[in-house]
C-alpha cells in the first residue's frame, strides 16, 4: 500500500453545500490567519446541489449584507406571487392565505438555483482564501489517540472493481485538522458513522426522509410568470395512501424548476415515486404550464424532514455536525437553506473562538448550546408536530392538525406536546397485502421513462471502479426485501439502480446493482426494509453534474 500524504490545516469542512460554504466564509470573518479547507465529492462546486429553491435570505443577510449588489444569481428572482393547491384527480382548490400561519409566506424570499448560489459562495469564500477543492470526497474520519476527531481522509483514486490498483492509482490524501465540519447534507456517510461512534441521536426522535425528485423546463415564455410560487397537496399520492407534495417555481430566463416529494415513511411496496411525479405533470394545472416546453434537467435526493426533535447532539470531541447532516429542514415551509446557513455560521464562530482559546480538538458544546437558543430553534418549534401529524393521521385530516398546532404555537399557546417519528424503513409493509400499481405509460412529451431522464442528470462514475452500493448479506436482500416485499428497491430509486433478474444458469432471481446510474440521492440506504444496503462515496468527481439546479 502507498503511504498517504498528509495536508495538516485548522479546519477541514466536508461538503460544498450552503451550510459549508458558509461556515468556510465565517471562519475566514472570524479570523483570516485560519487555514480552512473545503472538500466536495462533486465535479465542481453546485454538481451534487439540487433544491427547489425557494429561498429565505435571513442568514444570507447576515453572512454577506451586500450579497444583492455583488452579482450573486439567487437575486435575479424574488418571489412576487404565492399559491398553494390541493389536487384531487383533475381538479384544484386554492388554500386560502389567511388560513395559513404567517411563518408560511414567502414575503421576501427568492427563488433561483441553489447550485448556483453555492458557486457563488465558493467565489467569495476562495476570495477570502479557503482552500475549495472539487472532486475530492472524504472517504473516512481520522482520530488521535484520544479518540478525538482529527480530521478526515479523501477518496483512493484509480482503483478497480477488484480492488487491484489501475496505472492511474493515487492514494487518497490525509486532512488533519483542529476541528472537522461535517457538511454532506442528508444521510450522510461519514455523518451516519459519527452519529454512531458517539451516540449523537441518544436523546433525540430518528430522522425521517423524503424523497425530492426534480426537472427543469424551459417553457413558453407567454406562459412565464418570474417569481411566482405554486405548491400543491393531494393528488397522486392521495390514491395509494402516500404523502407528500409537488412544487412549481417561475424562476429566471423563462424557466421552471418543478419537483415531487414523496414522504419516504409510505407502507406500500409497490409505490414507485418517480411515476408519481410523472403522473403528477398530467394533472390539467401542471400539464396547461408545462405543454410547449422542453425538459433540460433531472436529478433526485432526499430530503430531512424530521424537525426539531429529530436534531441530534451537534458537537463531539474534534468536530460537529452542520447544515443538512444535522437536519434542520422546515418541512411546512419547504426551506433549509437558510437554517443550514445559520448552523454553519454558528459552528464556524464556536470554532474560532476554541481555536483562540488553543482548544484544538475539544467538544464544541457552544455550538451546541447556541443553535439551540437561536432562531433556528425558534423556527422550528414552531413546525415541529407538522410532519409527525400527517404522517400519523393522513393528509387530509393530518394537514388540520398541523395548522392548528402551528397557530397555536405562533400565538404562543401551544400544547406542550412533541410527536414522535418511526423509521421510515420500518414502514414499509408485506407485498401480499398489496396490490401491484398499473402506472400510466409515460408519453415522452410531459412525462418521460426513468432511464431517459437520468441522462438529464448527466450522471457518470470512472468506470471499472470499486461498487459504492454495497450490500452487507446477499442472501437476505433476496429472501427479504425480494421474497417477503416484492423488491420496492427497483420502483423507489429514481434512477434505475436496482433491478431483479433473473439468472439463466440458476434460474433464481439476482440482485442488480447498476452503480453508474446513481444519483447520490441516499434513497436505498434509508428505505431498504433490512438496512441492507450502504451507500459510500464512489471515486471523485463521480456522480451527476447538476447544471442551474
Not at 476541528?179 to 461512534?197: D, S, V
Not at 403528477?280 to 435526493?301: D, N
Not at 399557546?413 to 398489496?434: F, N, T, V, W
Request: hydrophobic share 40%.
Amino acid at each position: 500500500m502507498s503511504e498517504r500524504e498528509s495536508m495538516p490545516c485548522d479546519v477541514v469542512i466536508v461538503g460544498g453545500g450552503v451550510a459549508g460554504l458558509a461556515a468556510a466564509i465565517r471562519l475566514k470573518q472570524q479570523n483570516a490567519e485560519l487555514e480552512v479547507v473545503l472538500l466536495e465529492k462533486g465535479s465542481e462546486i453546485g454538481a451534487h446541489i439540487l433544491s427547489g429553491a425557494v429561498v429565505d435570505p435571513k442568514a444570507l443577510d447576515e453572512l454577506l449584507p451586500e450579497w444583492r449588489d455583488q452579482d450573486c444569481p439567487m437575486a435575479q428572482t424574488p418571489v412576487t406571487d404565492n399559491w398553494h393547491w390541493a389536487l384531487s384527480k383533475g381538479k384544484k382548490h386554492d388554500m386560502p392565505h389567511a388560513f395559513m400561519p404567517p411563518l408560511m409566506s414567502n414575503k421576501g424570499c427568492y427563488t433561483g438555483s441553489l447550485g448556483n448560489l453555492c458557486r457563488w459562495l465558493a467565489e467569495q469564500a476562495e476570495g477570502l482564501g479557503v482552500m475549495v477543492f472539487p472532486g475530492f470526497p472524504a472517504a473516512e474520519v481520522l482520530f488521535d489517540d484520544n479518540g478525538a476527531v482529527a480530521g478526515v481522509a479523501t477518496q483512493d483514486m484509480g482503483v478497480a472493481a477488484d480492488g487491484s490498483h489501475k496505472p492511474d492509482y493515487q492514494p487518497g490524501m490525509e486532512i488533519q485538522a483542529k476541528y472537522t465540519l461535517f457538511a454532506e447534507g442528508a444521510r450522510g456517510n461519514l455523518t451516519k458513522q459519527m452519529k454512531a461512534r458517539f451516540d449523537l441521536e441518544a436523546d433525540c426522535e430518528p430522522q425521517v426522509y423524503g424523497l425530492g425528485i426534480k426537472e427543469l423546463w424551459d417553457i413558453d415564455p407567454a406562459k412565464h410568470v418570474p417569481g411566482r410560487v405554486i405548491h400543491t397537496q393531494g393528488w397522486p399520492l392521495s390514491e395509494s395512501g402516500s404523502w407528500g407534495g409537488g412544487f412549481l417555481y417561475h424562476q429566471a430566463n423563462n424557466q421552471v424548476a418543478l419537483g415531487f416529494v414523496t414522504a419516504l415513511d409510505y407502507k406500500n411496496p409497490y409505490v414507485r415515486p418517480y411515476m408519481e411525479f410523472q403522473r403528477w405533470k398530467h394533472h390539467p394545472e401542471m400539464a396547461a404550464i408545462l405543454e410547449g416546453g422542453k425538459r433540460v434537467a433531472y436529478g433526485a435526493r432526499a430530503i430531512n424532514e424530521g424537525g426539531w426533535q429529530s436534531v441530534p447532539r451537534l458537537a463531539f470531541p474534534g468536530g460537529a455536525l452542520i447544515g443538512c447532516a444535522a437536519g434542520f429542514v422546515n418541512v411546512p415551509r419547504i426551506k433549509g437553506s437558510h437554517t443550514a446557513m445559520k448552523s454553519g455560521m454558528l459552528a464556524a464562530e464556536a470554532v474560532a473562538a476554541a481555536l483562540a482559546d488553543g482548544r484544538g480538538g475539544a467538544e464544541l458544546m457552544d455550538y451546541d448550546a447556541a443553535v439551540r437558543s437561536s432562531w433556528i430553534a425558534d423556527e422550528l418549534k414552531l413546525v415541529q408536530n407538522a410532519e409527525p401529524a400527517v404522517a400519523k393521521f393522513g393528509e387530509d385530516f393530518g394537514t388540520i392538525i398541523a395548522g392548528i398546532d402551528m397557530w397555536m404555537r405562533t400565538l404562543k399557546i401551544g400544547l406542550p406536546i412533541s410527536m414522535k417519528h418511526h423509521r421510515d424503513y420500518e414502514a414499509l409493509q408485506r407485498a401480499d397485502l398489496y396490490t401491484p400499481i398499473d402506472y400510466p405509460k409515460p408519453d415522452g412529451t410531459l412525462s418521460f421513462d426513468r432511464l431517459t431522464n437520468v441522462a438529464f442528470s448527466f450522471t457518470n462514475h470512472a468506470e471499472d471502479q470499486p461498487n459504492h452500493l454495497k450490500v452487507e448479506d446477499p442472501e437476505l436482500q433476496y429472501e427479504s426485501e425480494y421474497l417477503t416485499y416484492a423488491g420496492p428497491s427497483q420502483r423507489y430509486c429514481p434512477a434505475g439502480v436496482y433491478e431483479w433478474l433473473k439468472d439463466e444458469d440458476t434460474g433464481k432471481m439476482k440482485f442488480q446493482i447498476n452503480s453508474q446510474n446513481c444519483v447520490h440521492c441516499k434513497t436505498c440506504d434509508i428505505k431498504d426494509p433490512n438496512q441492507n444496503i450502504e451507500w459510500t462515496t464512489p471515486e471523485g468527481g463521480g456522480g451527476p453534474n447538476y447544471p442551474n439546479m
